[in-house]
Nanobody, 125 residues
C-alpha cells in the first residue's frame, strides 16, 4: 500500500497560483494512476485531475480545465497540481489519491485505493 502526504496549500488571492505536492512512500508511485480531488464544506468530494502511470495522459474536470496542470515525477515519488487563475470557488481541501493500475479519465472517490490527509486551499476575493 502507498502512503500519501500533501503539501503546498494556503491562502491566496483570486487570480493567484499555487502548486500542490503529494509525496508518496511505500509502494513505488509508478504502479499507480494518480489523481487530485477536492472537497468544499457541505459538498461531496469531487474529481479535479488525474495522470496515468507514465504521465502520458492527463484528465481534468471541466471546472479547472485550462487552469490546472497535473504532473508526476516517478523518480521522486511525487505528484504535483499546479493551479493558476484561482477563484474563490476553488476553495476546498485538496486530496491526493492513488488508484492501483492503469485508468484514463475521472473516477468516483469510492474507487480510489489510497488517500492523503488533505491540504487546505483558500482563495479570497
Amino acid at each position: 500500500q502507498v502512503q500519501l502526504v500533501e503539501s503546498g496549500g494556503g491562502l491566496v488571492q483570486a487570480g493567484g497560483s499555487l502548486r500542490l505536492s503529494c509525496a508518496a512512500s511505500g509502494r513505488p508511485l509508478s504502479t499507480y494512476t494518480m489523481g487530485w480531488f477536492r472537497q468544499a464544506p457541505g459538498k461531496e468530494r469531487e474529481f479535479v485531475a488525474a495522470i496515468m502511470r507514465s504521465g502520458g495522459i492527463t484528465s481534468y474536470a471541466d471546472s479547472v480545465k485550462g487552469r490546472a496542470t497535473i504532473s508526476r515525477d516517478n523518480a521522486k515519488n511525487t505528484v504535483y497540481l499546479q493551479m493558476n487563475s484561482l477563484e474563490p470557488e476553488d476553495t476546498a481541501v485538496y486530496y491526493c489519491t492513488a488508484r492501483d493500475g492503469v485508468y484514463v479519465g475521472s473516477w468516483r472517490a469510492s474507487a480510489s485505493d489510497a488517500w492523503g490527509q488533505g491540504t487546505q486551499v483558500t482563495v479570497s476575493s
